[in-house]
């Protein structure tokens, strides 16, 4: 079972990162700058603070405590930049942020009465602002059974404010974790499947069939999970997956070339392509795409790596200093940000894969993602 | 992705904490134990099927006394119940008693009760993946339950551990579709409700189990022993132990404790064995004349050994030979464990008692020299027969080393939250039987021997990484104990003691020494305490 065990260094971090936070709160502060974009990176940490990151100073500009309990600190920002929507209190609430005053501007209690909800990542905000959606996973609980009952769609209107209520809700198919809204009006929803479903009818379609691909007997069914997606840079939603292709049906599973592979989707268009992009080598948790050639991919796990998807080459890979979850890049492609799992964040230079910098977190960063809000001045 | 790529078939783990409550007698009379069910559980489970007496979901399942336990300790822990210990106790027992196995259904998956975890588990295929990944598969092979109550299982799964469908080897699939549609209906059929054993079983008068008994057994660091235990009934099924013996060396065991029978069959006890609390978890024929299964130590399961009960009759008795074999042309000394021991010794065909260096009703030690082909001999005191208790051999041809896939975890003072769990190893020897070779079918048991024991890193990977340098260390009893739990700056990537490694068993003895071989895997601390695994 996978379990996701304490971290030794947690307590010792725990003591330096403090020191960091109160520097930055003290002395930093955002200049806002007319004209220009500013690009805020932003993570969860434990015991429950949305970090504000300035990614030039590599410092913390703010933290913002959020209601409830830690997890899963999966974040969506909205498109004009300025409100982190985070999903917190066990998997199961959402609350949207104010990054620059750390006000909780909108809540969304997802368990009520009998049911209780988890949100396995699945939050997202409309490119118009306007609607926050989330997949549901609603378990009644009975005085002496419990009920498992279909995943749903939630749409909320962000105008609620604190404590909205689903304003629609559509079924959905079970495991799906990281969801994306397109310019064309759907919602991307990543299972086992990415699938697009719209958000005003329910209606789904088969984005790219994964799990019920059709590619004849000798490619292994593809195991596509995806814990975070960060595209934002470039308006795209990736789903990694992992193949074999068999030489023959005596399934030599040695013998096999096992590939790393993708679903990418436009969300300008919701289309997407699908192929395998380079070699099973390591294991990547999480890819970015290079804003200046998305024919080069970014991976991180215990390695940062770097790849070419025409060549379907890797073409670097330097090893982290432990393992990380969740990668990022900054909007001119130059810095790559890679965080999760620990109280770190580890900063490279994205030619050389050069470990350039770090940003030391008050606490444990565990399955939070790593988003950048771009404020537009 | 691969991420949590760790497909457990070998399931070692954490250490029982509350397990020993259910050796503890409960309270005597226990009122009625259906109005003490009612009296608690109605809260929240109802009183359903009129026909079926009602209790719902309690009167759908059948479940051994350990199983029973968990469920109690979820009521508890999850759902809020409260009673006292003494209640706990009575409501286990009686469940076990009412909504219990047969002896011939747990019998095939008893190892898991015996707490004999380092093994690898030959898991039916509808169920390794779906089923038999997080925990071992005898946790519901252990159980019976209704075609709807399986499939309220995965409920209960799912709705417990929201995440499940998302891990590695159920995302690939629609799991939960596949466990209501398939598994469950298989589960159903495997391992239904109503059962003619069951029935038989509630029907035949259970074995009393008071009196005196021989005990066979090991002990880690000790060896073998052989001991009287008696059983004193006091109330609910439940006894007062005694226990006294010695080892085979001679040096003497004592021990005081309690035992408590479930379901007619299901013995359970806990004693202090020289200041060393320990459990014995053994079935009871239906006869009661024997009982069989493993004593191990009540804070580190996994120093064990196997137990045997014989209980002590009217007419003489031979339980055992230690050793258990002879080589031919060699004069050796053996003990005859038995009971009631009187008249002539005798070893069988071609083996000559030389000399009676001591005897009584219990032990019968004699000086003996052994010729004649090799095979298993019967053992004979007065009219009393051990069939084949006796190997008479020319070599060693192979060694087994026991257990033979296990695992270790790191502990201790770096990580003062869990015991570093050790393995005990025993080398079991063998003969070339008729076909002269070894590793066949027909090799004739000799039983444990002295060996000199090592460990070897696994392969070359292991090598590499000086596993065998950093991840333990075996004493001349065959007891490993894993390094220190916590990052070890001599090693790469910060990484703790854990590592793969091979453990080494040799004798000496003939033209060449002989190696047996076992696997170990030195892994990170299991932080999750279960009653069954």
Same mark, same amino acid.
């Given at each position: 079972?996978?379990?996701?065990?304490?971290?030794r260094t947690?307590?010792?971090?725990?003591?330096?990162?403090?020191?960091?936070?109160?520097?930055?709160?003290?002395?930093?502060?955002?200049?806002?700058?007319?004209?220009?974009?500013?690009?805020?990176?932003?993570?969860?940490?434990?015991?429950?603070?949305?970090?504000?990151?300035?990614?030039?100073?590599?410092?913390?500009?703010?933290?913002?405590?959020?209601?409830?309990?830690?997890?899963?600190?999966?974040?969506?920002?909205?498109?004009?930049?300025?409100?982190?929507?985070?999903?917190?209190?066990?998997?199961?609430?959402?609350?949207?942020?104010?990054?620059?005053?750390?006000?909780?501007?909108?809540?969304?209690?997802?368990?009520?009465?009998?049911?209780?909800?988890?949100?396995?990542?699945?939050?997202?905000?409309?490119?118009?602002?306007?609607?926050?959606?989330?997949?549901?996973?609603?378990?009644?609980?009975?005085?002496?059974?419990?009920?498992?009952?279909?995943?749903?769609?939630?749409?909320?209107?962000?105008?609620?404010?604190?404590?909205?209520?689903?304003?629609?809700?559509?079924?959905?198919?079970?495991?799906?974790?990281?969801?994306?809204?397109?310019?064309?009006?759907?919602?991307?929803?990543?299972?086992?499947?990415?699938?697009?479903?719209?958000?005003?009818?329910?209606?789904?379609?088969?984005?790219?069939?994964?799990?019920?691909?059709?590619?004849?007997?000798?490619?292994?069914?593809?195991?596509?999970?995806?814990?975070?997606?960060?595209?934002?840079?470039?308006?795209?939603?990736?789903?990694?997956?992992?193949?074999?292709?068999?030489?023959?049906?005596?399934?030599?599973?040695?013998?096999?070339?096992?590939?790393?592979?993708?679903?990418?989707?436009?969300?300008?268009?919701?289309?997407?392509?699908?192929?395998?992009?380079?070699?099973?080598?390591f294991?990547?948790?999480?890819?970015?795409?290079?804003?200046?050639?998305?024919?080069?991919?970014?991976?991180?796990?215990n390695t940062?790596?770097?790849?070419?998807?025409?060549?379907?080459?890797?073409?670097?890979?330097?090893p982290l200093d432990h393992t990380?979850?969740?990668?990022?890049?900054?909007?001119?492609?130059?810095?790559?940000?890679?965080?999760?799992?620990?109280?770190?964040?580890?900063?490279?230079?994205?030619?050389?894969?050069?470990?350039?910098?770090?940003?030391?977190?008050?606490?444990?960063?565990?399955?939070?993602?790593?988003?950048?809000?771009?404020?537009?001045? | 992705?691969?991420?949590?790529y760790s497909?457990?078939?070998i399931?070692g783990?954490?250490?029982?904490?509350?397990?020993?409550?259910?050796?503890?007698?409960?309270?005597?009379?226990?009122?009625?134990?259906?109005?003490?069910?009612?009296?608690?559980?109605?809260?929240?489970?109802?009183?359903?099927?009129?026909?079926?007496?009602?209790?719902?979901?309690?009167?759908?399942?059948?479940?051994?006394?350990?199983?029973?336990?968990?469920?109690?300790?979820?009521?508890?822990?999850?759902?809020?119940?409260?009673?006292?210990?003494?209640?706990?106790?009575?409501?286990?027992?009686?469940?076990?008693?009412?909504?219990?196995?047969?002896?011939?259904?747990?019998?095939?998956?008893?190892?898991?009760?015996?707490?004999?975890?380092?093994?690898?588990?030959?898991?039916?295929?509808?169920?390794?993946?779906?089923?038999?990944?997080?925990?071992?598969?005898?946790?519901?092979?252990?159980?019976?339950?209704?075609?709807?109550?399986?499939?309220?299982?995965?409920?209960?799964?799912?709705?417990?551990?929201?995440?499940?469908?998302?891990?590695?080897?159920?995302?690939?699939?629609?799991?939960?579709?596949?466990?209501?549609?398939?598994?469950?209906?298989?589960?159903?059929?495997?391992?239904?409700?109503?059962?003619?054993?069951?029935?038989?079983?509630?029907?035949?008068?259970?074995?009393?189990?008071?009196?005196?008994?021989?005990?066979?057994?090991?002990?880690?660091?000790? /060896?073998?022993?052989?001991? !009287?235990?008696?059983?004193? +009934?006091? $109330?609910?099924?439940?006894?007062? *132990?005694? =226990?006294?013996? &010695?080892?085979?060396?001679?040096?003497?065991?004592?021990?005081?404790?309690?035992?408590?029978?479930?379901?007619?069959?299901?013995?359970?006890?806990?004693?202090?064995?020289?200041?060393?609390?320990?459990?014995?978890?053994?079935?009871?024929?239906?006869?009661?004349?024997?009982?069989?299964?493993?004593?191990?130590?009540?804070?580190?399961?996994?120093?064990?050994?196997?137990?045997?009960?014989?209980?002590?009759?009217?007419?003489?008795?031979?339980?055992?030979?230690?050793?258990?074999?002879?080589?031919?042309?060699?004069?050796?000394?053996?003990?005859?464990?038995?009971?009631?021991?009187?008249?002539?010794?005798?070893?069988?065909?071609?083996?000559?008692?030389?000399?009676?260096?001591?005897?009584?009703?219990?032990?019968?030690?004699?000086?003996?020299?052994?010729? /004649?082909?090799?095979?298993? !001999?019967?053992?004979?005191? +007065?009219? $009393?027969?051990?069939?084949?208790? *006796?190997? =008479?051999?020319? &070599?060693?041809?192979?060694?087994?080393v026991?257990?033979?896939n296990a695992v270790a975890r790191v502990g201790g003072p770096g990580d003062?939250?869990m015991?570093k769990v050790r393995v005990?190893y025993?080398?079991?020897?063998?003969?070339?039987?008729?076909?002269?070779?070894?590793?066949?079918?027909?090799?004739?048991?000799?039983?444990?021997?002295?060996?000199s024991w090592s460990i070897e890193p696994a392969d070359d990977d292991a090598a590499e990484a000086d596993d065998h340098v950093f991840a333990g260390s075996i004493d001349a009893?065959g007891l490993f104990t894993p390094g220190d739990a916590g990052p070890n700056p001599k090693r790469s990537m910060s990484g703790g003691n854990t590592g793969r490694l091979a453990v080494v068993a040799t004798?000496?003895?003939?033209?060449?020494?002989?190696e047996?071989r076992a696997s170990l895997l030195v892994a990170a601390p299991?932080?999750?305490?279960?009653?069954?695994?």
């Open positions: 079972m996978s379990s996701i065990k304490p971290h947690a307590a010792l971090a725990g003591l330096l990162g403090a020191a960091v936070l109160a520097a930055g709160c003290a002395t930093k502060t955002m200049a806002p700058t007319a004209g220009v974009t500013d690009e805020y990176l932003l993570t969860v940490t434990r015991p429950g603070q949305l970090q504000v990151m300035d990614m030039q100073a590599h410092a913390i500009l703010r933290s913002c405590d959020i209601p409830g309990k830690f997890g899963s600190g999966s974040i969506a920002p909205s498109p004009d930049g300025r409100t982190a929507f985070v999903l917190s209190n066990m998997w199961e609430d959402v609350y949207g942020i104010d990054i620059e005053t750390c006000e909780v501007v909108f809540s969304a209690i997802q368990s009520g009465g009998d049911i209780r909800v988890k949100t396995f990542q699945s939050v997202a905000v409309s490119v118009d602002g306007r609607e926050l959606y989330t997949v549901q996973n609603p378990v009644r609980h009975l005085p002496d059974r419990l009920e498992v009952l279909q995943p749903q769609l939630a749409v909320y209107n962000i105008a609620d404010g604190l404590n909205a209520q689903p304003a629609r809700t559509f079924p959905v198919n079970r495991r799906i974790t990281k969801i994306a809204a397109t310019a064309t009006g759907e919602v991307i929803l990543g299972g086992a499947d990415v699938e697009a479903i719209d958000p005003r009818t329910g209606a789904t379609r088969v984005v790219t069939a994964l799990a019920n691909w059709d590619r004849g007997p000798l490619w292994l069914p593809p195991d596509a999970f995806a814990m975070h997606s960060q595209g934002e840079h470039v308006n795209e939603y990736i789903m990694p997956y992992v193949t074999a292709r068999f030489e023959s049906e005596e399934w030599d599973f040695d013998a096999a070339e096992w590939w790393w592979g993708f679903s990418r989707v436009d969300l300008a268009t919701g289309r997407a392509e699908q192929m395998e992009i380079f070699p099973l080598e294991i990547i948790f999480t890819m970015v795409s290079d804003p200046n050639d998305r024919n080069i991919l970014y991976g991180a796990f940062v790596s770097r790849h070419d998807v025409a060549k379907k080459e890797t073409l670097a890979v330097e990380y979850y969740a990668i990022n890049i900054s909007g001119d492609g130059s810095k790559l940000f890679i965080g999760g799992a620990g109280n770190d964040i580890s900063i490279h230079d994205s030619a050389s894969l050069a470990k350039i910098g770090s940003i030391q977190l008050p606490g444990d960063m565990s399955t939070a993602d790593l988003r950048v809000a771009r404020i537009r001045r | 992705m691969i991420h949590d497909i457990r078939t399931f783990a954490g250490a029982l904490v509350l397990a020993g409550a259910l050796a503890a007698p409960p309270v005597a009379g226990a009122a009625d134990g259906e109005a003490l069910l009612r009296s608690y559980c109605l809260t929240c489970h109802t009183e359903q099927g009129a026909g079926s007496g009602g209790l719902s979901r309690i009167n759908e399942m059948r479940k051994s006394p350990e199983g029973w336990h968990m469920t109690m300790n979820r009521m508890q822990n999850m759902h809020g119940l409260t009673m006292p210990p003494e209640d706990k106790r009575a409501v286990i027992k009686h469940l076990a008693d009412t909504r219990g196995l047969a002896p011939a259904e747990a019998e095939p998956w008893r190892y898991l009760l015996e707490q004999d975890t380092n093994r690898v588990e030959d898991v039916a295929e509808p169920y390794a993946e779906m089923c038999a990944r997080c925990h071992s598969g005898a946790r519901f092979a252990l159980q019976r339950r209704s075609a709807g109550e399986w499939a309220l299982l995965v409920h209960t799964h799912m709705g417990q551990n929201p995440t499940l469908e998302l891990h590695a080897l159920s995302r690939d699939r629609p799991w939960m579709q596949l466990a209501l549609d398939e598994t469950a209906p298989a589960l159903a059929a495997d391992f239904p409700l109503d059962s003619a054993e069951w029935r038989a079983w509630q029907a035949a008068v259970k074995p009393e189990l008071a009196g005196s008994w021989r005990l066979v057994g090991h002990v880690p660091g000790k /060896g073998e022993f052989d001991a !009287r235990m008696t059983a004193e +009934g006091s $109330a609910a099924d439940g006894y007062t *132990l005694r =226990v006294d013996g &010695r080892y085979l060396d001679g040096s003497r065991l004592s021990g005081r404790g309690s035992a408590t029978v479930y379901t007619g069959y299901e013995w359970r006890g806990t004693l202090e064995l020289d200041g060393v609390p320990m459990r014995q978890v053994m079935a009871a024929a239906a006869d009661g004349a024997e009982m069989q299964g493993r004593m191990f130590r009540r804070d580190a399961r996994e120093l064990g050994g196997e137990l045997r009960a014989v209980r002590e009759g009217a007419t003489g008795q031979v339980i055992a030979a230690l050793p258990g074999h002879l080589r031919r042309g060699e004069t050796g000394i053996v003990t005859i464990v038995g009971s009631r021991l009187a008249g002539n010794v005798s070893l069988g065909a071609g083996v000559r008692v030389l000399e009676v260096l001591s005897r009584d009703a219990d032990r019968v030690v004699v000086r003996a020299r052994a010729d /004649g082909a090799n095979g298993l !001999r019967e053992v004979r005191v +007065g009219t $009393a027969r051990g069939a084949g208790m *006796l190997a =008479v051999y020319d &070599r060693i041809a192979r060694v087994e026991l257990p033979h003062a939250q015991e005990a025993r080398a079991v020897a063998y003969a070339a039987g008729p076909d002269g070779e070894a590793g066949t079918d027909d090799d004739i048991r000799l039983g444990p021997v002295p060996v009893d004798v000496a003895g003939g033209a060449e020494p002989v047996g299991d932080f999750v305490r279960r009653v069954l695994d």
